[in-house]
């Protein structure tokens, strides 16, 4: 395979830092270390954003179930 004047090669090898494959508790030490860094939602605001995604989604479901229930009796009016 050649290469562009001015580009690197992009084999997997030269992507990968040496210290990426070191040991799993490496792995879950960095796992932790970002997890730490995570801005968690307070509980106020998990159980707004709860309640907002249950609602949604049966209204959602109540939509869907209407106009299922309005083709079924259309396609029974029509073809049967």
Do not use: Q
């Amino acid at each position: 395979m050649t290469t562009r004047p001015g580009r690197e090669s992009s084999s997997p090898a030269s992507i990968i830092p040496k210290n990426a494959a070191g040991s799993p508790f490496g792995f879950i030490r960095d796992t932790v270390a970002e997890i730490r860094r995570v801005t968690w939602p307070t509980r106020e605001e998990a159980t707004r954003l709860t309640v907002m995604v249950v609602t949604v989604s049966l209204v959602v479901g109540l939509v869907l179930g209407l106009f299922d229930i309005g083709f079924s009796n259309l396609v029974r009016k029509v073809f049967i």
